[in-house]
């Protein structure tokens, strides 16, 4: 993988790559509420991204709630949701780790 494996490129740059139909996505539209919603009144010229701050209320490393990003969510059985979430969470006494997972959709609660 010469040059970090992406060929010689399309000649666009990254950050203006976007796939097709990026746009939100249904699930998000029907996600649970609670957390789905967001404000864009700070921001009215920022680009809308389907990613939303959220507290992660029971984070793999402790009691304690933990600001994170919900990324998309996911329904996995009727009515039961999920979000995919990015937290820091402290894995070794001192050391940070970045932690994605699925959490359920009652762990989660808005910013």
Not at 55 to 73: C, F, K, M
Not at 85 to 104: I, K, Q, T
Request: aromatic share 6%; proline share 13%; glycine share 12%.
């Amino acid at each position: 993988m010469a040059r970090g494996g992406y060929g010689t490129g399309s000649g666009i740059p990254l950050r203006d790559r976007v796939r097709a139909g990026s746009g939100p996505t249904p699930e998000l539209a029907s996600a649970p509420a609670a957390v789905a919603g967001t404000d864009t009144s700070a921001h009215p010229s920022a680009p809308q991204s389907p990613a939303r701050h959220c507290w992660v209320t029971v984070p793999i490393d402790g009691p304690q709630a933990r600001p994170g990003l919900l990324l998309e969510w996911r329904q996995v059985e009727r009515g039961r949701w999920e979000g995919r979430v990015v937290y820091a969470a402290e894995l070794r006494p001192g050391r940070w780790s970045l932690v994605e997972e699925w959490v359920p959709a009652e762990l989660l609660a808005p910013p």
